[in-house]
Each structure stands twice: as C-alpha cells, then as structure tokens.
C-alpha cells in the first residue's frame, strides 16, 4: 500500500474514533480544537496521533504528567505492582499506601502528618472541606473568585467560574472572596504589590464579616489559581489571609493540585513561597504522573477529629500507590523543585519576549513550570479576547505545540510541561509558540 493510502486510512480512523466519541460519550467530555487530536504515544514530553505525527507537550495532560509520559521507572514499578496485588479496598493494610502517605510526610510544610487517599482533586477537596467542618464545628467556606474545585456538587459550589458551573443554585454555606488578581485589580497598574495585598486582604475581611456568621469553618484557596489562568497573586496575600482566617476561629485549606511536587520551582509545594504552613492540603494530578490518585494531609488535630465511618473503595489502590511512589522517587532524585524553577525561568523569558511583541498579548505570569499568556484586544488591554486565543490554541496544534486554555473567558494561554523538559525542548516550544503568534497576529 502506498504513503499516501497509509495515511488516508488512519485519517478514516481516526475521524470513525471521534465520530463514535461524540455519539457515546456524555457532551461535557469535550475534546480540544476544531478537528479533535486523537493521541496514540506518548513518551516524555512528546506523543504521537494516530497517523504518527508528533507533538510536543506543553500541557502534560492538564499539569498531570509529572514526570513526562510512560517514565519507565513508573511503568516497571506499577506493571510490577498489576502482576502481584491489584485490588483490596481501604479495608486492608498494604505496604505501598503506608509508604507513600510516609514520603508525603517528610515532603509536605509544617505538620501535616496524616493523608487520606481517594482517586482524584474533586475528592480531595471535599474530604478537606468535611475535614475542617468535623474540626471546627462550624459549616461556612470561605473561597475565591475565580477558583477552581472539581466537578461534584460541593467542588462546583467552589467554584467561582459560570461556564464550570452546571447548576443554578449554590452551594449553602460557601462564599467567595475577590480573586488576588493583581492583571484585573481595580486598583490598575500604578498599585504597588503591598497596595494589592491589603485591598485584597481588606475584601477577604469584608466578605466574612458580610457574608458570614463571623464563624466560618476553613478558607480554601489555590497558591496560584489554575483553571483561572495561572493567576499569581501579589507577594504577601496567601501568608495574610492565612492569618485573618485564623483570626476568626477557621482552618487554612491550601489546594495543591495543580501547584504541588515542585510544579512552581524552588519548593515543593506553591504555599511554601509565602512561608505558609495549611492546617489541610490538597493535592492529585503530578503526584502519579498520571494515575488516579487524590490526597487530603491533615494535621494530627484535624484528622482525629473525625471518628465516624467513612470509606474510598478505590482510594490507595495498590496499583495507584505503586505509581505515586515511582512518581514521587523520580521527583526527588531528580530534583524538580530545582530544575522547575531553572526552565521556568528560560520559558518565562521567551514569552515575555512574545508579551514586548505583541499588544494582544497582556501579561507573561507565572512560578516555575506553570506559564500563561494573558490573551487581551490589542485596543483595550482589559478586553478578554478568547477568539484569539482559540485561534492560537489551533495555530499552535498546526506548529506540533500542545498548549492549554484557562481564564474565566477561555482567554489564557496557559503552558505545563513534564517537570523533567530539558532546555533544548523548553527552546524548541517557544520557537513553535512564536511562529504560533504569528500566524495569529
């Protein structure tokens, strides 16, 4: 058979899988771009469609694939695991939870000593919000605008984005705060970092006092907000609002989802920037390179607090768990808070090139290995333009770049990659990205 016939063939195919996608599938499982990619491999920070065409990854699965796609380490260990015990259930005692819940401790800030397992960010969050009302008593949360929980009732109560919110009615007890979003602060770009955290700090105060009973259970917040668009807030905001919740008798929840295992540089997890130390933490996504695998720390106060039954069937599947500690062995031998912050800094520089490009292009933010382009019209740089920036989540697919989209609008252009991208791949993203904007420009 000829190339050109190989080639229409797999083309059938793949537009037969995504026309049988679309018939089976529920309509919230939405694929990106105009004409769906379908992935075949994947290995490190590459993978392949189905008629071998390669790409670069520079979303990794939604910031998931840590430690790049099928790191052999984690693949021997967990094919491994599959070979010995692959199910029991958290009614038994297994080796490989005890170990990783073990290294999560001597990783996490502070004193968070006891981990709860489940299967995803979702459930971790809601295991942390029970967690905080068993502790204190108390029913209110207190999160952020533009935050990001998950997709169960009470995640999307969380939530503070219309287009993740199916549902027209709120959550009872939950309120929101101003997002710390310096980009889309009333206060405009004259306010110094300091201004910034004491209006935001002033409407967190505010919004208790308000809207509350004065008494609220936890504030619940992401060190950077992720499906918001890497929304960095000023210096000095997270450690401020840990102390005025504190002040009112609440817990500090920290969702380390997306922010966590060295994604942000420097440190293991994005709180420790701000030299804050949660009285609960979240995490899922990078901590299994992929597996499913949600985490809720608690210190011993909190934990032991709650005494009545409760049960993940599958959480601390020993499969799971065999991923997450592979994951987790790989992260610190190679050093990834390190190596995050070094080609964080290389990619951030490339795109503050784009940003001096390109007036659309309204701020280059981010911490380490997690990046985003504000998309704005190049007339009113407070404009959202999410046209533009479909049309350069498309031109990117066409360069062989694989890139994310966030903000409240779809506006932000949001890029992380493996924590294991070498400079040379860092380099080769921005060259695909810059001819990306081109196009689009």
Partial sequence: MSISKVEDALSHEGTALIQRHGERLFPWVKPYYSDPLVLKEGKGVWVLDESGREY???????????????HPHVVRRTWEQMKRLGHTSALYVTEQQVEVAETLTELAPG????????????????????????????????????????????????????????????VPGIVHARSPYPYRSPLGDEASEKEQTDFFVSDLVEVIETTTSGKPAA???EPIQGVGGFIV????????????????????????????????????????????????MVMAKGIANGFPVGATMATDEVAEAWTSLSIS??????????????????????QVPARAAERGEQLRRGLQELEGRYAWIGEARGMGLMQ???????????????????????????????????GLK????????????????????????????????
Avoid at 146 to 162: D, F, I, K, P, V
Avoid at 249 to 267: A, N, P, S, W, Y
Avoid at 316 to 332: W, Y
Avoid at 374 to 399: F, G, H, N, T
């Fill in 233 to 280: 807030p000023p210096r000095g905001y997270l450690r401020r609002a840990a102390e005025v919740i504190r002040s009112y008798g609440g817990l500090l929840i920290v969702d380390e989802v997306q922010t966590g295992f060295g994604r942000t540089g420097h440190h293991w997890f994005g709180c420790e920037h701000s030299d804050v130390e949660p009285d609960i």
């Fill in 372 to 406: 985003a382009l504000e998309i704005v019209s190049p007339d009113d740089s407070r404009a959202p333009d999410p046209v533009r920036a479909r049309a350069l989540l498309e031109a990117a697919l066409r360069e062989g770049l694989l890139i994310g989209l966030g």
């Fill in 56 to 70: 670069l990854d520079f979303f990794a699965g939604i910031v998931t694939t840590s430690v790049g796609h099928c």
């Fill in 410 to 441: 779809g506006h932000v252009i949001r890029l992380g990659s493996s924590l294991l991208v070498t400079e040379e791949e860092v380099r080769e993203a921005v060259v695909r990205l810059s001819r990306a904007c081109e196009s689009v420009a």
């Fill in 313 to 334: 069937t599958f959480g601390g599947n020993p499969v799971s768990m065999a991923a997450a500690g592979a994951t987790l062995e790989v992260m610190i031998e190679e």
């Fill in 219 to 221: 504030l619940i917040l």
């Fill in 111 to 170: 004193a968070l000593n006891r981990t709860a397992f489940t299967n995803s960010g979702t459930e971790a969050n809601e295991t942390a919000i029970m967690a905080a009302r068993i502790a204190t008593g108390r029913s209110e949360i207190v999160a952020l605008r533009h935050a990001y929980s998950g997709r169960s009732t009470l995640a999307t109560g969380l939530t503070a984005h219309a287009p993740w919110k199916p549902l027209p009615t709120a």
